[in-house]
């Protein structure tokens, strides 16, 4: 084992020239130094090649050990002899058709269409003696650069094009590309298209390679932008705009001057008619305001004696009801200026009135209800007893059913066509019950508010009698009245705040405050299309504000609304 010196055979594949196999023996070179060199010219015949410092070694290695047999020589001379044969003939071989056929001919296209190449990768046929010399000089032979070809597809970063993708290419170490920047590039160049920051922007402690999308500034993009189909809208998918709150004006749009206008808590001298037109209870008179053509007329004059507690609309036509601090109820024909008739029946004034149809109630201080039909010739055809003090309030349903009727005597009444006495009692209010109002959209919601001593608006379900919820508003509630075109409704106040609400039912969020009245807000009415109301208080005034929208997302300036800016006197 002492006489084994180690000989190192670089053998590289023609086909694969840049992947060299290194293999390590360990020769004898007194016995094993011709069947080695065989071996190796060998390789070189099968394709190989073979490095000349291996049969240098050989060569200058010591020849010891027992002598061989002459039969033994014999032989491996024979086998040297015949392996040198085939070497010159395939020499020869290889310098006919290098001769006959030069590079890029007819033979080089033979055996591009053998190994099923294009023929712009076709590689000139080296020599072996060639190749033998340039692996000797391996260390000073440098090979021109040449695309490399495989079983894969690996694309070649020097032969990118780079400004297909408006891109430059990525900075050169010691002439070698930086893969991980070319990477980085196209891969943020997809996802955040060209203009993105470049990694002297990323965040400081944060390593570019590590995470390349934290930066500085971060681009603000909406979520839509991140479609999986490359654009904010989908193919076939219709994106409805995002719905904008709805706005609704802070200020009163037109103030009219009501001189005489009474700060009582328990009258109601404000209505809206059909016709667009409001009728107002100054003093001793009744005054009718055109929304349409804004022109004022005095209706009537119920006497030095006497006062308007409240007024009336019928549900259709032109008929006003007026009630009177003397317990009469006037009709009025409001077409003709002229008075149809008056009935009597309460001994105190009147403050409530509410039609249902050609059916008028009224509410007096003197606790009593009474029906009157303006078909009859009597006065009154049916009297409702059970408050125990001034009735301040009355509403019928939307299907004329049902009336409530609110008390100062802290008691929420229901009736209906046909009873003398309640069919519900409500009791959970601790002041005085003036406010109330049907919802137009659930059958049977009825909302009432209390005064300065409860501040609530509770509503209940008649249908099957129970208290649905509670809200505080912190200031007495005067007036409620929901829309007729979505659900909301809207709350007048007294003390201490004097403030107008909208609310969203049935969160009961504040959609808007409205303040402008320096007192108690005491009346409210709803135009006939639902868009408008107009509150009246004891600073004199009546406001009117655009707080509901149109039922058929028409522009909300309503018909009173296009000539009624600014401030004028309804007398």
């Known amino acids: 084992m002492n006489n084994l010196i180690p000989v190192i055979i670089w053998l590289v594949q023609a086909h694969l020239p840049k992947q060299p196999l290194l293999i390590f023996l360990f020769v004898d070179p007194s016995s094993s130094d011709l069947h080695l060199l065989l071996s190796l010219h060998h390789f070189a015949l099968q394709g190989f090649l073979v490095a000349e410092s291996s049969l240098r070694a050989i060569s200058a290695s010591p020849v010891t050990g027992a002598p061989r047999a002459k039969k033994k020589k014999q032989k491996d001379f024979i086998f040297l002899r015949k392996s040198r044969i085939l070497e010159e003939r395939s020499s020869k071989r290889i310098k006919s058709t290098m001769e006959e056929d030069p590079p ?34 391996y260390k000073h032979y440098h090979s021109p650069s040449k695309p490399i070809y495989s079983d894969r597809f690996i694309p070649s970063r020097s032969g990118s094009n780079f400004e297909l993708f408006g891109l430059e290419p990525s900075p050169k170490k010691d002439g ?19 203009e993105t920051p470049e990694k002297s922007d990323v ?31 989908a193919p076939g998918v219709s994106r409805s705009p995002a719905k904008s709150p709805r706005k609704i004006l802070r200020s009163a749009y037109k ?8 700060d009582d808590f328990y009258l109601n001298l404000v209505d809206w008619s059909a016709q667009n037109v409001l009728a107002v209870g100054l003093g001793n008179c009744v005054y009718l305001w055109n929304a349409c053509s804004g022109k004022v007329t005095k209706l009537c004059d119920v006497g030095i004696d006497d006062s308007v507690c409240s007024v009336g609309w019928a549900l259709r036509g032109t008929h006003l009801a007026i009630g009177t601090s003397s317990g009469t109820v006037q009709i009025w024909d409001a077409s003709r200026c002229q008075r149809i008739r008056t009935m009597e029946g309460h001994r105190q004034r009147v403050g409530a009135l509410a039609w249902s149809s050609s059916v008028l109630s009224s509410g007096s201080r003197d606790r009593s209800i009474l029906h009157r039909d303006i078909r009859s010739q009597e006065d009154h055809v049916s009297k409702l007893t059970g408050h125990k003090s001034e009735v301040c309030g009355l509403k019928w349903s939307y299907d004329n059913r049902e ?10 009444f229901v009736w209906n066509q046909h009873s003398t006495q309640p069919v519900l009692r409500y009791c959970e209010h601790t002041a005085a019950v003036k406010a109330i109002a ?31 919820s509670c809200i505080d508003t912190n200031s007495q509630v005067c007036n409620l009245a929901w829309s007729k075109n979505v659900n909301e409704l809207v709350s007048t106040h007294g003390y201490s705040q004097n403030q107008i609400i909208v609310w969203k039912y049935p969160t009961m969020s504040k959609l808007a405050t409205l303040t402008g009245h320096t007192f108690r807000v005491l009346y409210l009415a709803v135009s006939p299309d639902g868009q ?9 005034t009546l406001r009117f504000w655009n707080v509901f929208p149109s039922p058929k997302s028409q522009s909300r300036e ?14």
Not at 407 to 412: Q, S, V
Not at 532 to 540: F, L
Not at 558 to 571: H, P
């Open 104 to 137: 890029g001919d007819n033979q080089t296209a033979k055996s591009a269409s053998q190994l099923n190449l294009p023929p712009s990768m076709n590689r000139p046929t080296v020599s072996l003696e060639t190749r033998i010399n340039r692996l000797i000089d």
């Open 176 to 194: 070698k590309e930086e893969a991980a920047g070319s990477y980085a590039g196209l891969l943020r160049a997809a996802l955040f298209g060209p």
């Open 203 to 233: 965040v400081t402690g944060f390593s570019p390679s590590r995470n390349i999308f934290r930066y500085k500034t971060e681009t603000q993009r909406s979520t839509n932008s991140f479609s999986p189909f490359g654009s904010d809208e």
């Open 255 to 262: 103030v009219l001057d009501a001189p005489a206008l009474q």
């Open 403 to 412: 009336l409530a009727s609110g008390g100062n005597d802290n008691r929420l």
């Open 438 to 468: 049907w919802s137009p959209h659930h059958y049977g919601l009825l909302a009432s508010g209390g005064g300065t001593a409860d501040r609530c608006i509770r509503f209940w379900n008649t249908s099957s009698n129970t208290h649905l």
């Open 532 to 540: 408008t109301i107009v509150t009246g208080a004891g600073d004199e």
């Open 558 to 571: 309503s018909e009173i609304g296009a000539l009624s800016f600014g401030r004028s006197t309804i007398r």
